[in-house]
């Protein structure tokens, strides 16, 4: 599977319930709240890291506190972005997390599962 067909199946399977935000969520836009599980789900597999950005510089969006994104072989990959219209990931300090602290955060491990199971099926 390419980056591309990946990107094509993550559209298919989320909804609100494997969300961040599912009180944001819409059909129209799907990518919506899920940084953190897409970018968890192509790390494994497509390797590479992890990304973190901070958005409390932006008030719209810094409810949502941060914004993930992967480094594969050197290049960022943001599956997510289309879900802002307004900031891109390079608009963003980026650093280096694990994937434990990601996962440490109430909700995340469950999204993740359900998205993985979906993703799977």
């Given at each position: 599977m390419n980056k591309e067909e990946f990107l094509k199946r993550i559209k298919e399977i989320v909804s609100s319930g494997t969300s961040f935000n599912p009180a944001g969520w819409t059909e129209e836009n799907p990518l919506w709240g899920h940084c953190a599980v897409v970018s968890l789900l192509a790390q494994e597999l497509f390797g590479g890291e992890l990304v973190k950005?901070?958005?409390?510089?932006?008030?719209?969006?810094?409810?949502?506190?941060?914004?993930?994104?992967?480094?594969?072989?050197?290049?960022?990959?943001?599956?997510?972005?289309?879900?802002?219209?307004?900031?891109?990931?390079?608009?963003?300090?980026?650093?280096?997390?694990?994937?434990?602290?990601?996962?440490?955060?109430?909700?995340?491990?469950?999204?993740?599962?359900?998205?993985?199971?979906?993703?799977?099926?």
């Open positions: 950005g901070d958005l409390d510089q932006y008030p719209k969006y810094s409810y949502l506190k941060s914004h993930f994104w992967n480094r594969i072989d050197g290049a960022d990959i943001d599956f997510t972005s289309e879900q802002y219209t307004d900031i891109t990931y390079k608009d963003l300090k980026g650093e280096v997390v694990s994937r434990e602290s990601i996962l440490d955060y109430p909700d995340t491990p469950e999204r993740f599962k359900l998205l993985k199971e979906r993703f799977n099926k």
